[in-house]
């Protein structure tokens, strides 16, 4: 026995698959879609995450440069300055004594930019001499500028110590003047200790001290990371 299937119940069917059909395709583009949104939005978020992050770069090179013109004016008065920074004389055309030259030599040699321990005995030995007097020791450690480890550039570099001893014998007088001159020397020195020993007009002084050296600082080029 054959059932007969009438032309209505067949368009109902043929339509209720139709409309499965457009709900699963409609489903899957609504689905695309919103992965699609949410996909571009965070794009757009990250774009604009990157352009204000260059644009506060921008400003900040702006900036730098506005500073270095700054920068370098107030050198060019620096540079000319007389009398200098410790009262020798400066400017364009400065003297051969002690405490002549010109301001930026004298910051330079103030802080040696490395460790050179034979260039600080050179330089204390300097100061003994123009004193008239002859140092009878003049010692401390040279660690010697290998067995330094080589840093990392840095923009705030901070000083280092370098340590020494000195010994002179003179009048009480003059050993006083010498305290002096190492007070008022370029370079900073930090002295420690002071031992005199003997009479006044045939005294030895014994001096424990310390001066430094900085590495010079780095241009340190950075980069950051936009997420």
Do not use: W
């Amino acid at each position: 026995m054959k059932l007969a299937v009438s032309t209505k119940h067949f368009q109902i069917n043929k339509a209720n698959n139709m409309i499965l059909v457009v709900m699963a395709v409609s489903a899957i583009i609504t689905v695309f879609c919103l992965v699609s949104a949410k996909a571009l939005l965070s794009q757009a978020s990250y774009q604009r995450k990157v352009i204000s992050e260059k644009d506060k770069a921008v400003d900040q090179l702006k900036e730098n440069v506005k500073a270095g013109k700054e920068l370098a004016a107030q050198y060019n008065v620096f540079e000319k300055a007389d009398p200098n920074i410790i009262g020798g004389k400066g400017g364009d055309l400065p003297g051969e004594g002690p405490l002549d030259g010109d301001n930026p030599r004298i910051v330079l040699d103030a802080l040696p930019s490395q460790y050179d321990f034979p260039a600080l005995a050179s330089s204390v030995e300097k100061i003994v001499t123009s004193a008239a007097l002859i140092p009878s020791e003049l010692g401390g450690t040279d660690e010697g500028q290998d067995s330094l480890a080589a840093p990392e550039p840095t923009a705030n570099p901070t000083p280092s110590e370098m340590g020494f001893t000195l010994e002179v014998s003179n009048t009480y007088l003059t050993l006083q003047t010498l305290i002096k001159d190492l007070e008022r020397s370029i370079r900073p020195i930090d002295v420690q200790t002071v031992e005199f020993a003997g009479k006044e007009d045939a005294m030895t002084l014994t001096i424990k001290a310390r001066t430094y050296f900085q590495l010079g600082s780095g241009f340190v080029v950075g980069q950051k990371e936009v997420k």
